[in-house]
């Protein structure tokens, strides 16, 4: 099962960028669907977008599309979430996850099998 570690997570003001990264530990994501969620307090664990490793394949939620872009690269083994125009309401921890079952429409966080610590990204207005 591989593991993940997220990192570039930060505070921003309203209308700027963040990347997030995300490296897969003890194998490589070939094979696998990596996907972001994001978590605001008292609220559900939300689909952000996911990314077929192998196939290169996208797909991203309609709350974050023209402005977040998930892809890989694969000289580093990581998968990336740049995040463009951020706004107060995507301030949440942001976590990395992965499969090697599902598709890059699955959005069901129960169904992916692993998953890294989360990283804070705050967005001021």
């Known amino acids: 099962q591989v593991q993940l570690v997220e990192s570039g997570g930060g505070l921003v003001q309203a209308g700027g960028s963040l990347r997030l990264s995300c490296a897969a530990s003890g194998r490589t994501f070939s094979g696998y669907t990596i996907a972001w969620f994001r978590q605001a307090p008292g609220q559900e664990r939300e689909f952000v977008a996911s990314?077929?490793?192998?196939?290169?394949?996208?797909y991203t939620s309609d709350s974050v599309k023209g402005r977040f872009t998930i892809s890989e690269d694969y000289a580093k083994g990581t998968v990336h979430l740049q995040m463009n125009t951020l706004k107060p309401e995507d301030a949440a921890v942001y976590y990395c996850?992965?499969?090697?079952?599902?598709?890059?429409?699955?959005?069901?966080?129960?169904?992916?099998?692993?998953w890294g610590q989360g990283t804070q990204v705050t967005v001021s207005s």
């Open positions: 996850a992965a499969s090697s079952r599902n598709s890059i429409y699955e959005s069901r966080p129960g169904l992916y099998d692993s």
């Open positions: 990314i077929s490793w192998t196939l290169g394949y996208i």
